[in-house]
């Protein structure tokens, strides 16, 4: 379902967009406003406050636009990508998001930005994943994987690894599904994952539900449903 562009709300996006570049230019740091805005957005998104979400992607496809910068253009997409799998609304078609990251995964500047890479790529693997495509799943999820331990402690990193968990995840069910040797091959790797997930969390705890809530389902896929219901229980506490 394509999401609304209308903007309810443009003084506050104006202004945060303003805030954003200000920022930028006193710090000296090129693409600082962009990755303002996303972290902006992801905040949003977390809320399920989709028509202000679209006023950012608004806000940032514009800004995106008169600079050609490829970081902006990166986290832009990055953000389609996230009202895709999270929301279910269309901002950019998957192809389009796709086919940017195809385009551009060589450029070297959007090489040296590895967490947004991450994000990226994770992205598609875990839209692959939940549909079932497997032969297209395997390249974007190698090269996430490559990103991992190359990943700093940054909020986009840590959504990426939530991503590559749930990838972790789906694989294992299919593997279950499907083949007992696979799946006994893939199970050790899952369970690492989701410790070394929890672990960056601690940076951006926001996300500690969604790693909990992944490891309830692998807890109960392997039967063991004690370990499960304790994961489930700290699922359901704040996040502080």
């Known amino acids: 379902m394509r999401l609304t562009r209308r903007v309810k709300n443009p003084p506050f996006i104006k202004r945060q967009g303003y805030r954003a570049k200000?920022?930028?230019?006193?710090?000296?740091?090129?693409?600082?406003?962009?990755?303002?805005?996303?972290?902006?957005?992801?905040a949003l998104l977390l809320q399920m406050r989709y028509p202000e979400c679209a006023e950012v992607l608004s806000r940032l496809e514009k800004q995106v636009a008169g600079e050609h910068r490829i970081t902006g253009q990166a986290c832009?997409?990055?953000c389609c990508l996230d009202l895709l799998l999270y929301a279910g609304w269309e901002y950019k078609s998957f192809e389009e998001c796709r086919s940017f990251v195809e385009q551009n995964e060589a450029n070297r500047i959007l090489k040296s930005q590895k967490s947004i890479l991450f994000g990226l790529y994770s992205s598609l693997?875990?839209?692959?994943?939940r549909l079932g495509q497997w032969d297209s799943f395997q390249k974007p999820f190698e090269k996430a994987r490559r990103l991992l331990k190359r990943a700093d402690a940054?909020?986009?990193?840590?959504?990426a690894c939530s991503r590559l968990l749930e990838c972790c995840t789906l694989v294992l069910k299919n593997d279950i599904e499907h083949s007992t040797a696979r799946a006994l091959e893939s199970c050790p790797g899952a369970l690492r994952l989701a410790e070394e997930v929890f672990s960056r969390c601690?940076?951006?705890?926001?996300f500690y539900p969604r790693v909990y809530h992944l490891k309830v389902y692998i807890f109960r896929m392997l039967g063991n449903e004690e370990r499960a219901c304790c994961a489930s229980t700290r699922a359901s506490k704040p996040v502080r």
């Open 154 to 159: 940054s909020v986009f990193a840590t959504q």
């Open 22 to 42: 200000s920022l930028c230019m006193e710090l000296e740091k090129p693409d600082l406003d962009y990755k303002v805005l996303a972290t902006l957005f992801m």
């Open 125 to 129: 693997a875990l839209w692959f994943a």
């Open 76 to 78: 832009f997409f990055s």
């Open 202 to 206: 601690s940076t951006s705890p926001v």
